[in-house]
């Protein structure tokens, strides 16, 4: 059974902050890795993906990936009131296989 | 462009009423996904169609019925819904499901609020 664990949270940081998200996973053959954020009541909205080691950039957001250890992390840096939303992870495999989601983090950026 | 479009957004329906969710691309996308999602849980995957054929059926019982009509729609028949099932459906699409991340990536519809009284 593939699994992918996130922190619950809720995750609270001032804003201007780092934030943080982490998320872990159990298939060692998965092969990318995407983030998305979905405020309450909306989709996911799709904010990177990332499939090789190392540090993937985009503005505000980075996306760490460690194959070794089996983990993917997102950090948000001079993060915004805006920010505050549900992060969800998701993983695949090989051809044809689905996305496994994580149960999600839920980050509150405080003002 | 990255616009999946759901319709509608909200829906209210009696248990024995038969109504259909509608869900359109306009990307290209071969492969078109229906997802079920309950108050703070991720999203549940229900179907998966690829290139316009059924590929996954996620054990979902028979009351919803997907449909493609073709590669830009993608329907679901809802019929003899239990309260339980009321959640956001969520659409989604992918280029195709390689297992790479760039045809892989999913695009999400805005979703339909789904109510069973």
């Known amino acids: 059974q593939k699994e992918v664990e996130q922190n619950s949270g809720p995750l609270s940081v001032p804003e201007g902050a780092i934030a943080s998200l982490n998320c872990t996973y159990s298939d060692r053959g998965s092969q990318s890795f995407f983030w998305y954020r979905q405020y309450s009541g909306k989709s996911p909205e799709l904010i990177m993906f990332?499939?090789?080691?190392g540090d993937k950039e985009d503005g505000r957001f980075t996306a760490q990936l460690n194959k070794a250890s089996q983990y993917v992390s997102l950090l948000i840096r001079d993060s915004q009131p805006s920010d505050s939303a549900t992060y969800l992870c998701a993983v695949i495999g090989d051809y044809g296989q689905n996305f496994v989601f994580g149960p999600g983090t839920r980050l509150s950026v405080l003002p | 462009d990255t616009e999946v479009t759901q319709t509608p957004k909200h829906l209210v329906m009696g248990m024995t009423n038969k109504k259909s969710l509608k869900c359109e691309q306009h990307m290209g996308h071969r492969a078109m996904y229906w997802y079920k999602q309950k108050a703070k849980k991720p999203p549940e995957l229900m179907f998966v169609?690829?290139?316009?054929?059924?590929?996954i059926n996620e054990s979902v019982p028979s009351r919803f019925s997907p449909e493609c009509p073709n590669s830009s729609l993608l329907n679901l028949h809802l019929h003899a819904l239990q309260p339980e099932d009321s959640a956001l459906y969520l659409c989604a699409s992918s280029q195709e499901r390689w297992g790479t991340s760039v045809a892989d990536t999913q695009y999400f519809g805005p979703g339909t609020r789904l109510t069973v009284l």
């Open positions: 169609y690829s290139y316009e054929k059924l590929s």
């Open positions: 990332i499939y090789s080691n």
